[in-house]
T-cell receptor, first 121, second 112 residues
Framework: GAVVSQHPSRVICKSGTSVKIECRSL??????MFWYRQFPKQSLMLMAT?????????EQGVEKDKFLINHASLTLSTLTVTSAHPEDSSFYIC?????????????????FGPGTRLTVL | AQSVTQLDSQVPVFEEAPVELRCNYS??????LFWYVQYPNQGLQLLLK??????LVKGINGFEAEFNKSQTSFHLRKPSVHISDTAEYFC??????????FGQGTRLTINP
């Protein structure tokens, strides 16, 4: 259970084009999904929080007009990198939040997709 | 503010040897702690999590971690590693906002 998929796994595009990345929770509903960016040999950097049916919340320093996020259903969130440039080349990873009950407490665990490697030429 | 520190950026060990990957956290409130593993060019896979209850948490692939409140630590251990355990390991804490904060990561390299 708790499987998250991403599509595509790898994309190469020309500078100035837009790229859409899909994140799907396959066997659970996720009211919240998160988008991360990871540079080589570094940790994950949270870009934005995506809530179903509402606008995404972006972290400081992340351009919302450049990284468009849509969370149209309980199982799908998309990240569109608009007018991509070489500096946008990175590994983009999404996660979906699943709720658990443990010892009477409710909390959540994030389940991660396999990532999308974006290369902008 | 809550944060996580992984004390070792790289840990090389020989196959079948035990390993410990260190993680310390700082928090003024109750914490939920996680260990994730990332294989090359892949996303993160949940190894184990501490939410409450027993301080010794067992995860997948033979890993376990112990929550130590007095030392604010959540070290990951495995008694005997395999070549396939070579990966990047991330410790993380969840904020009240439900955002995950990751440590810097520890690269575990298993040598034959």
């Amino acid at each position: 259970g708790a499987v998250v998929s991403q599509h595509p796994s790898r994309v190469i595009c020309k500078s100035g084009t837009s790229v859409k990345i899909e994140c799907r929770s396959l066997d659970f509903q996720a009211t919240t999904m998160f988008w991360y960016r990871q540079f080589p040999k570094q940790s994950l950097m949270l870009m934005a929080t995506s809530n179903e049916g509402s606008k995404a919340t972006y972290e400081q320093g992340v351009e919302k007009d450049k990284f468009l996020i849509n969370h149209a259903s309980l199982t799908l969130s998309t990240l569109t990198v608009t007018s991509a440039h070489p500096e946008d080349s990175s590994f983009y990873i999404c996660s979906a939040r699943a709720w658990w009950l443990a010892g009477g407490l409710s909390t959540d665990t994030q389940y991660f997709g396999p990532g999308t490697r974006l290369t902008v030429l | 503010a809550q944060s996580v520190t992984q004390l070792d950026s790289q840990v090389p060990v020989f196959e079948e040897a035990p390993v410990e990957l260190r993680c310390n956290y700082s928090s003024s409130v109750s914490v939920y702690l996680f260990w994730y593993v990332q294989y090359p060019n892949q996303g993160l896979q949940l190894l184990l999590k501490y939410l409450s209850g027993s301080t010794l948490v067992k995860g997948i692939n033979g890993f376990e971690a112990e929550f130590n409140k007095s030392q604010t630590s959540f070290h990951l251990r495995k008694p005997s590693v395999h070549i396939s355990d070579t990966a990047e390991y991330f410790c993380a804490v969840i904020l009240p906002s439900q955002k995950l904060v990751f440590g810097q990561g520890t690269r575990l390299t298993i040598n034959p």
